[in-house]
């Protein structure tokens, strides 16, 4: 009789199939939907909308502006170079802005500096003139004196108070860029002279294509220049990004290969028929409906998500072995006949191994979050054509494989029970727990976002070869500074900035830009045209050099009469361009603004500095997620526990408390012999590691499963479950040599766990009555 499945679901799946493909279609209209972002990967620990505007705002310059130094024996030469790269990239679409030279708006500067003088005067000058203007005249008096001193933007007849000069030299220059006559900026280390070059592109760095396009515009533009014996270095997170999405996309194309690869010639030498290769099409609907859910989840798919997914081939293909694997005592074999002897431990199986990558979606993190959507996805995609399209593609045609590994199949399990004769089983439970009581023993926990991406070398050397040339080394930490009006937000940064300044003169902190550099707060603008009256009477030293007191007195008339400014005023000229980024705005009732560092030697020092200050609040991403990886370890165990739970409960149905109990203590103890090899290995214990062996304790089930049922006898169940491991391990093992630690963490515990998996499976059935041949075997 012809089963509901066998009529129906070839017909029903080849249609839901079209349906996936269209939808994958759609989805890749404009192009892979891909991205390389790596802050995606981890969860957004900003509580709000402004802390999240303000990691954006600070992230912005990291992936979006290239800098690049040309060097060459020959100054000259090195600023034709750079003039060179620069014409050639300015026509690309790539950049939005594109800049070799410098052209100053000195005009825009002057009218500035006297516009905007009581509102730019440095904090101590500014004080200076409030409480000693005595001090304050006799000190313009000397610099008047000296011409060198005096010498500034702004002549001498439009500002005899010398208020720009003091603003010129209070603005912080923490670089070492130099103007040359020619317009160009350079930089001198080490006895070579460096041309400066700095693009904007019109896009961040995981926007699609575009770090791959900027990389090959530097490694062409490296080419042309050491060509004409020049040296060339470039900084960028675009880099950074390219390089993760060509590496990506070699690892999922290696790993992708070597499993496919494998599992092919295993299935051509054990099966003998090339018919058999159609066992590849669940894994490759799998893949395709893992890619479909994502992207209809999340809107894309990440790179890290392929590298990891493409182990998904390997745990697909299981379904079809299971199949394939009675015909060595399902004979006549035919593929609707194995598919009702294995439905029911392929459905416990599927169900196990989603229950186990679903697990991971429950932890605060988006990338295994979207491993699980994707894992999960696949394997019902894969499940579904297993069992609904591939028996009726396969046909009733029989399959008769090679004996050999069979026999020695039978061979193992008559050597497993020889062992069992000689040392009893509490004796090899006893040895194998002191084993892992061991390995446990000498486990080290290790997390870092630093390891969810490989850092190559020759990048992170050039990153700080041009910090160190430039003299900028920008820090992924800042400062967050809330308050009810302007006025409160500068007198709070100031408060900050005295702290820093300690930091600063310890050489604990390179520098640093705050609000309050650069703008006085509108009371201190005030209390400065309250104070002018008193340098007309303290103006002696003046008078003393031939300066009228009527031009004294018109003077101070002049800023007496100029208005209160603000922030927004203040960042409009282009003195102030490098402040314009630390302006948040007010909203809502209140205002912020930012604090950024440069070179900061110990970001444990930073929290302290916002002790006792209200609204003020350290941004630390880096550090909070390494304290949320310690934070969720303990979730980790909490889910393990509970899929472990879920589990039990599945299996209890079909086996029965006790059959159950057996069959999940057989994946534990590979879980937990797997976790003991990381300790012998020296390898760290780190938030993949714990979520491999969620993946370990539902694959072990699998596998547990297969021995319990023993459908076509002991030693063809354990073949199925080795040639299952075998592609599974090969799929899991090439991710071990993954140059990304946390991916090669998570491939290490997986295929250690695996292989344990498969040494212990054979005790879920241990005192269990073995069934004839054509049986299916499910008893409790």
């Not at 972002?37 to 981890?42: D, G, M, P, T, W």
């Not at 700080?464 to 430039?470: E, H, K, P």
């Not at 100029?562 to 490098?578: F, K, R, W, Y």
């Not at 012998?680 to 214990?685: C, E």
Request: glycine share 8%; net charge neutral; with cysteine.
């Amino acid at each position: 009789m012809t089963s509901p499945i066998e009529r129906w679901g070839p017909w029903l799946f080849s249609l839901a199939l079209i349906l996936l493909l269209a939808a994958a279609g759609w989805q890749w209209r404009n192009g892979p939907p891909v991205s390389a972002n790596l802050l995606e990967l981890v969860p957004s620990s900003a509580p709000d909308a402004l802390e999240r505007s303000a990691e954006q705002r600070m992230q912005e310059p990291l992936n979006r502006e290239l800098v690049v130094l040309i060097s060459h024996p020959d100054r000259q030469q090195a600023l034709r170079l750079a003039a060179e790269v620069g014409q050639r990239w300015k026509q690309e679409k790539s950049f939005e802005k594109v800049q070799w030279d410098v052209e100053l708006d000195l005009d825009g500067f002057r009218q500035q500096l006297l516009d905007d003088r009581l509102a730019l005067l440095p904090r101590k000058d500014r004080q200076q003139l409030i409480d000693d203007p005595q001090a304050f005249m006799e000190r313009r008096a000397q610099d008047l004196f000296d011409p060198f001193r005096s010498r500034g933007l702004v002549n001498t007849e439009q500002d005899w108070l010398g208020l720009s000069a003091l603003i010129e030299k209070g603005l912080p220059n923490d670089h070492n860029m130099q103007l040359d006559l020619s317009g160009a900026l350079l930089a001198e280390r080490d006895g070579k002279t460096w041309a400066f070059l700095h693009a904007r592109t019109t896009a961040d760095a995981f926007d699609g294509n575009l770090p791959l396009v900027v990389d090959d515009l530097v490694a062409q533009a490296r080419q042309d220049v050491e060509a004409q014996g020049g040296e060339f270095i470039a900084s960028s997170g675009l880099l950074f990004s390219a390089y993760g999405q060509r590496q990506a996309t070699r690892e999922m194309s290696l790993m992708g290969s070597v499993a496919s690869i494998g599992a092919l010639l295993l299935m051509l030498l054990v099966f003998r028929r090339v018919r058999v290769l159609l066992a590849f099409l669940p894994a490759a609907v799998g893949v395709l409906a893992g890619l479909t859910a994502c992207v209809a989840v999340f809107g894309h798919v990440h790179v890290m998500t392929l590298v990891l997914g493409a182990s998904l081939i390997g745990v697909a293909i299981d379904y079809p072995l299971h199949l394939l694997s009675k015909s060595w005592t399902l004979q006549p074999w035919n593929s609707w006949r194995a598919l009702h002897a294995t439905l029911l431990g392929l459905s416990l199986g599927l169900l196990t191994n989603v229950i186990g990558y679903l697990a991971l979606a429950f932890t605060p993190f988006p990338a295994l979050t979207q491993v699980a959507i994707f894992s999960a996805a696949g394997l019902l995609g894969a499940y579904l054509c297993s069992v609904c399209l591939l028996p009726s593609l396969l046909g009733r045609a029989p399959i008769v494989p090679w004996p050999g590994p069979h026999r020695v199949a039978q061979r193992l399990l008559a050597w497993r029970e020889a062992l069992l004769r000689r040392v009893p089983t509490p004796w090899l439970l006893l040895l194998f727990l002191l084993f892992c009581a061991g390995g446990a023993a000498q486990l080290s926990l290790k997390d870092d976002l630093r390891q969810w991406a490989s850092t190559p070398p020759e990048l992170l050397e050039q990153s700080l070869a041009v910090s160190r040339i430039v003299g900028v080394q920008p820090t992924s930490q800042f400062f967050l500074v809330r308050a009810a009006d302007e006025e409160q937000l500068l007198q709070r940064q100031q408060q900050l900035s005295e702290r820093l300044d300690k930091l600063v003169a310890d050489g604990k902190l390179k520098s640093y830009l705050s609000l309050s550099q650069i703008i006085a707060p509108p009371s201190a603008q005030r209390a400065m045209q309250a104070a002018l009256p008193r340098l007309v009477e303290a103006s002696q030293p003046l008078l003393a050099l031939g300066v009228s007191r009527d031009t004294v007195q018109q003077e101070v008339a002049a800023l007496q009469a100029a208005p209160i400014l603000g922030i927004d005023q203040v960042l409009q000229g282009p003195l102030s361009e490098a402040w314009r980024p630390l302006w948040l705005g007010s909203t809502q009732g209140e205002t912020t603004g930012l604090i950024s560092l440069q070179g900061l030697s110990d970001t444990s020092l930073l929290a302290a500095q916002a002790d006792g200050l209200p609204g003020v609040k350290l941004i630390d991403r880096l550090g909070e997620l390494n304290r949320l990886f310690a934070a969720t370890q303990v979730s980790a165990a909490e889910l393990k526990l509970l899929s472990c739970l879920l589990i039990f409960v599945v299996l209890c149905v079909p086996f029965g408390p006790r059959g159950a109990a057996r069959i999940l203590a057989v994946s534990l103890l590979a879980a937990l012999a797997s976790l003991a090899c990381l300790g012998w290995l020296g390898q760290p214990l780190t938030l993949f590691s714990l979520f491999g062996l969620l993946l370990v304790t539902a694959i072990g089930v699998d596998y547990a499963i297969l021995m319990r049922e023993r459908v076509g006898g002991a030693a063809t169940s354990l073949l199925g479950t080795l040639l299952a491991a075998l592609t599974t391990w090969l799929s899991f093992g090439v991710l071990a040599l993954s140059s990304t630690p946390a991916v090669s963490n998570f491939g290490l515990t997986i295929s250690i766990g695996l292989t344990f998996s498969f040494l212990l499976s054979p005790w879920a059935g241990a005192q269990h009555k073995e069934p004839e041949p054509s049986g299916t075997g499910v008893r409790p």
